[in-house]
């Protein structure tokens, strides 16, 4: 008698459900050119993966589903599942499988550097650089935003926000409201007695492009004006140019980091935590 006739009815119904390797790569595809939100296809893919995994499937379609789902957990913000898959992602180059691993190398620098306290890790991501990827312009950004954070130098992370290469913005993302905070203290330190709310709007990268119309401007001004007194920033009107202007000496005691919404800092809107709740009841 087979050794299958020995499996609970629960697991041989499993195994019959499996999609075969051909069939995976095209729901990848499907989940590539969906229109669904983050939720959706983090599902999909979820469910793609376990079916490699049952079926002990590792090579490049392996590496492609992770480098997908991993990709589109940085776009929606979701640093956790982002996490699970680099971490896959680095056994799976680690036993010579063929992907994207120079643009992965910056993403994981870029995680360790601005998402974890352990200087460690960062220490060893950054000695585990071949020359290869040191070479890499995604790597190298990685590399300059470093210098820019551990410097405290937030022009120059903003410059590089700006232009940053591949999906490097999105974890910097993650990191924009703790260095615009940081920079807000200390031009309020700095200027006196008041700073342009125009300045701050370019310096801290509410303007993301580099060749600015008049709406890139005007929408950046308002952007910003919010996020200012969101942060208890004290704003006046100078009286000759009618421009708006932040009193650095009063916002200097009045500036506080407001409780952090409900909703991923960036990315898919359907990744709020009332709304994830509702779709898992």
């Not at 701050?200 to 952007?223: I, K, P, S, Y």
Request: a negative charge; hydrophobic letters at 40%.
């Amino acid at each position: 008698m087979p050794c299958c006739c020995f499996l609970p009815l629960a697991s041989l119904s499993h195994l019959l459900q499996v999609r075969p390797e051909d069939v995976l790569e095209k729901a990848l595809h499907m989940v590539e050119t969906s229109e669904k939100n983050y939720l959706y296809k983090c599902d999909q893919l979820k469910s793609i993966r376990q079916d490699l995994t049952v079926q002990r499937i590792q090579n490049e379609l392996t590496v492609k589903v992770y480098e997908t789902h991993a990709r589109f957990a940085l776009q929606a913000g979701d640093l956790s599942e982002y996490n699970q898959c680099q971490s896959q992602l680095t056994r799976l180059y680690g036993e010579g499988i063929a992907g994207c691993h120079l643009e992965f190398s910056a993403y994981n620098l870029l995680c360790v550097m601005l998402h974890s306290n352990n200087k460690r890790d960062l220490l060893s991501s950054m000695a585990s650089l071949s020359k290869e990827a040191r070479l890499d312009e995604t790597v190298k950004h990685a590399l300059a935003v470093h210098s820019a954070v551990s410097s405290g130098n937030y022009v120059m992370f903003f410059k590089l926000y700006k232009k940053a290469p591949g999906l490097n913005s999105c974890l910097m993302d993650l990191y924009v409201e703790r260095m615009r905070f940081e920079a807000i203290k200390c031009m309020s330190k700095s200027y006196r007695p008041t700073v342009p709310v125009r300045y701050v709007t370019r310096v801290l990268g509410f303007t993301r492009v580099d060749v600015l119309c008049e709406a890139n401007v005007a929408d950046g001004l308002e952007e910003c004006e919010e996020w200012l007194k969101a942060h208890g920033a004290v704003l006046t009107v100078d009286e000759n140019s009618g421009e708006l202007q932040i009193d650095t000496k009063v916002s200097s005691a009045s500036l506080y980091m407001p409780e952090p919404d409900n909703a991923v800092s960036h990315g898919d809107a359907s990744l709020a935590v009332d709304d994830f709740l509702a779709r898992a009841s």
